[in-house]
């Protein structure tokens, strides 16, 4: 039965330990909270595999436009619990309208997310979305209206929000017991490329400074305690060979710099085709006299260096199982927890991802420019209040 099945399970059994709280509702002890997906594709497979092997969640319904990724996902979601059976769709709308779900997970493609966060939070489901929110400000604005407004929560998918190593040092460096943080230095340098998949499509994906990069730039923001950068200066191209020059795709090569109020300055490059030997991720915050690896968790002060937390290595996806955690305890508490990674922190690291393509890319003539893009020129509508 579900009770042995999930004793008998090194995932089930640990996370049997942790309980079950009330939710909105009242959930018994051996009640699941029901997830659905829409979207499950390669990142949405991966967040449903492991949602699939997690205690106290059932995946009731998954949603994607190609049927054979609906069937994938039904087969994954049984592999990870036999209790698990969700009904597949190809129309979100009709699945919301038939399932009682708890929850919805969003993992299509980033330019698809307010097509379908904004009618999900309107209709009032806890909602978790992929990062970045969008690929153009009009659409990024329509889904942070939406979360404004929700009943529900809104979780964004920066799962480095939830790597122990990232939170340690950052909390480390917001104490105020190292001094102020004076400049910032970020690279992501990769030997493959996305070229062909739909995140090197600018529509779709918004471009790589977008789609990707901006894990670096939330990381970023949030050092900075999410107060936005006030200009940016950003140059790129593109190298590969090309069948179409005309068309608008993802640039392949970049670098940005970004200066905030109290002057400190953020240098990132990004970069693709790089040979082997320089595939690196750094993350590296500077002060008078000390300096912090976010990557390794690691403080370094003159000669010593002290470990912080966790070094995530190249472990990209850390902190992806406790996001999702997360999401679903926060569902059975009734919602009622701000998420760590929320509308407002994305809506930053979003915007910066927007200041850099916009200072490097005419998106119009498809040309690259180099231009400084100050943070209002991007023309958002929902500032924050004063």
């Known amino acids: 039965n579900r009770r042995e099945f999930l004793q008998k399970s090194a995932l089930g059994a640990s996370a049997l330990a942790l309980g079950v709280g009330a939710g909105r ?18 990142r949405g497979t991966t967040l449903l595999k492991k949602t699939a092997r997690m205690f106290g969640v059932r995946i009731g319904a998954v949603c994607d436009l190609k049927t054979d990724k609906v069937a994938n996902a039904q087969e994954e979601a049984r592999k990870g619990n036999p209790f698990n059976n969700p009904t597949g769709y190809t129309d979100f709308r009709e699945m919301l309208e ?35 929110l969008e690929t153009t400000v009009k659409k990024m604005d329509d ?18 929000h939830y790597n122990i190593g990232y939170v340690e040092a950052i909390k480390k460096i917001h104490s105020g017991d190292l001094g102020e943080v004076s400049f910032l230095q970020g690279e992501w340098h990769w030997s493959w490329a996305i070229a062909g998949h739909w995140a090197s499509d ?26 936005h950068p006030v200009e ?32 400190a300055i953020f240098s990132y490059t990004h970069m693709f085709y790089t040979p082997k030997a320089f595939e690196a991720e750094k993350m590296w915050v500077y002060g008078q006299q000390w300096g912090v690896d976010l990557v390794t968790s690691t403080l370094y002060q003159g000669d010593d260096s002290t470990s912080i937390s966790e070094s995530s290595g190249t472990d990209w996806g850390k902190g992806t199982n406790e996001e ?30 927007f200041m850099a393509r916009e ?18 020129d991007l023309g958002s509508t929902t500032e924050p209040e004063a």
Not at 244 to 262: C, L, M, Q, R
Request: overall charge negative; hydrophobic content about 40%; some cysteine.
């Open 98 to 132: 038939k399932e009682k779900l708890d929850g919805i997970i969003i993992a299509t493609e980033v330019g698809n997310h307010a097509k379908v966060a904004v009618p999900v939070l309107e209709a009032g489901y806890h909602t978790f979305c992929e990062k970045p």
């Open 202 to 227: 600018i529509e779709l994906g918004g471009g790589e400074i977008v789609e990707q990069a901006g894990h670096h730039m939330d990381v970023m923001a949030w050092v900075m305690d999410y107060q």
């Open 143 to 160: 889904i942070v209206r939406a979360a404004r407004k929700a009943k529900g929560i809104f979780q964004v998918g920066f799962q480095r």
């Open 25 to 42: 509702r009242a959930y018994s002890a051996n009640e699941d909270v029901v997830v659905g997906f829409i979207g499950v594709g390669g």
């Open 232 to 263: 940016c200066v950003a140059m790129a191209n593109i190298k590969r060979k090309l069948d179409n020059p005309n068309e608008p795709i993802g640039e392949d090569h970049s670098a940005s710099a970004f200066k905030f109020p109290n002057d």
């Open 359 to 376: 200072a490097f890319r005419d998106l119009d003539n498809n040309k690259f420019p180099t231009e400084v893009v100050k943070w209002e």
């Open 324 to 353: 999702l955690e997360a999401f679903f305890d926060n569902i059975r508490g009734g919602g009622k927890e701000k998420p760590r990674s929320n509308v407002e922190t994305a809506r930053v690291a979003t915007m910066m991802c």
